[in-house]
């Protein structure tokens, strides 16, 4: 049974453990994170982080690109330790993305941040852009995923402890603010945001027949059956091959970035 509480629950982590190898949205979006890599010609033999890393699936993602080291960063040391299982040879570190990052002033070359400013142990979001910032090499690349308009918060959020949604707009004034350049910024799942929708629906349903009754987990956070999995993954794959060549979305249930600090460029 999920309760609701001021610290993000082991359930959570435990159950996006078990799916996000599988599971068609954190499929495709790791596969959206890995082109943009690509195109923002993020170099072999560089340093590269994910902070907010979570349960880890993004660390295995960064070996791929050759690295000198790879880093996950996170709070919780349950998501440490189911990380280490996942990327075996990236070193983790427990840290506080609201406090001083443990790395030095621009020795970092490119860093994912998913899913983390919406959360509520984020005291600033310009504030914990700019000591990204601080750590990332002139011309380095930051890439971050948010959840996206308010519309479609749902009881997911509140398990995640997502305490924000943003628009387009917002987020690139964030980042602005941080003095880094915004080189894409894109909604994306935008077809799953009928699901969403529909989702948002079933979750008001419930609530009022249950009425105080026991509460079940969010449905995100389990396989949804084979063909359905498989054709949702097929459709975001698709859209997400469409957003990384600059294909302008309106809506979606998520935003992503491209970023750079301002300086050299990557690879010079
Ligand atoms: C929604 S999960 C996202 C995990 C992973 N980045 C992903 O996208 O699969 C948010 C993660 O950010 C971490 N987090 C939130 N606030 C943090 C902070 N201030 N410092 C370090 N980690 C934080 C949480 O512990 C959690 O693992």
Redesign the pocket.
């Known amino acids: 049974m999920f309760r609701l509480r001021g610290t ?1 629950q082991p359930q959570a ?1 435990l159950a ?1 453990a078990s799916v ?1 190898d599988r599971m068609w949205w ?1 499929r495709a ?1 790791r596969g959206l994170v890995r082109r943009l890599l690509r195109g923002a010609g993020v170099r072999r033999g560089g340093v590269l982080l ?6 880890g ?2 660390l295995a993602l960064l070996e791929d690109f050759a690295p000198r080291l790879v880093a996950g ?4 040391d349950l ?1 440490l330790g189911l990380a280490r299982e996942k990327a075996p040879r990236a070193a983790l570190v427990r ?5 001083s990052l443990p790395f030095a002033d621009e020795s970092v070359d490119a860093t ?5 400013l ?6 600033n979001e310009v504030t ?1 852009l700019r000591e990204i910032r601080r750590v990332l090499r002139p011309g380095g690349v930051l890439i971050v ?1 948010e959840p996206a308009f308010r519309l479609l918060r749902r009881r997911m959020d509140q398990v ?3 305490v924000r949604r943003y628009r387009r707009r917002e987020f690139t004034a964030l980042l602005e603010a941080a003095h880094f350049e915004a080189r894409l910024a894109a909604y994306f799942t935008v077809t799953g945001a009928l699901l969403v929708l529909a989702l948002k629906g079933a979750e008001w349903l419930q609530r009022r027949l249950a009425r105080g009754g026991q509460e079940h987990a969010p449905a995100e956070l389990s396989l949804p059956p084979p063909v359905v999995n498989a054709v949702l993954f097929a459709i975001a794959r698709g859209e997400n091959w469409l957003i990384a060549r600059g294909l302008p979305t309106p809506f979606g249930v998520n935003l992503v970035c491209v970023a750079i600090k301002p300086g050299a460029a990557v690879g010079a």
């Not at 960063?73 to 919780?76: A, G």
């Not at 840290?95 to 406090?99: I, K």
């Not at 994912?112 to 983390?116: D, F, T, Y």
């Open positions: 993000m982590y996006t996000e954190h979006r994910d902070l907010g890393c979570g349960t699936a993004h960063l996170d709070r919780s998501a840290g506080d993305l609201s406090r994912l941040v998913l899913g983390v919406c959360h509520a142990w984020i005291e914990t995923t995640g402890m997502a």
